[in-house]
C-alpha cells in the first residue's frame, strides 16, 4: 500500500532553516510527481511546492527563494529544504502524491517559527 512519511519538522527561529524529508513506499516512486502542502491553524490547505518526475520544480509565490523541492529516485523520498523562515510558515507540512487517480498524503509534520 502506498505509504508516505514525513519528517524533519520543529521549532525554528524566524530567519532559520529547516529541511523536510517524505519518504515514500508502495509504488514506483520514480514515475510519479510529489508534492508539499502545508495547512496552517483555520487556514485551507495550500499548494507550497512540485516535483515532477524530470525534475521539473514549482512554488507557490509566498517561499519562491526560500524553498527548495528536491527528490532522490534512489531513496524514494522527496525533500523541502526551508530558509529565511517567517512566523507566517507555521503550520503542519504534509507530503502527497496521485496514484491510480487517488491522492495520498502523509500523516504531516508540525514547523512551528517563533522567537
Known amino acids: 500500500q502506498v505509504q508516505l512519511v514525513e519528517s524533519g519538522g520543529g521549532l525554528v527561529q524566524p530567519g532559520g532553516a529547516l529541511r523536510l524529508s517524505c519518504a515514500a513506499s508502495?509504488?514506483?516512486?520514480?514515475?510519479?510527481?510529489m508534492a508539499w502542502y502545508r495547512q496552517a491553524p483555520s487556514k485551507e490547505r495550500e499548494s507550497v511546492a512540485a516535483?515532477?518526475?524530470?525534475?521539473?520544480?514549482y512554488y507557490a509565490d509566498s517561499v519562491k527563494g526560500r524553498f527548495t523541492i528536491s527528490r532522490d529516485n534512489a531513496k524514494n523520498s522527496v525533500y523541502l529544504q526551508m530558509t529565511s523562515l517567517k512566523p507566517e510558515d507555521t503550520a503542519v507540512y504534509y507530503c502527497?502524491?496521485?496514484?491510480?487517480?487517488?491522492?495520498?498524503w502523509g500523516q504531516g509534520t508540525q514547523v512551528t517559527v517563533s522567537s
Open positions: 516535483i515532477t518526475t524530470g525534475g521539473n520544480t
Open positions: 508502495g509504488f514506483t516512486f520514480s514515475s510519479y510527481a
Open positions: 502527497k502524491t496521485s496514484y491510480s487517480g487517488r491522492a495520498y
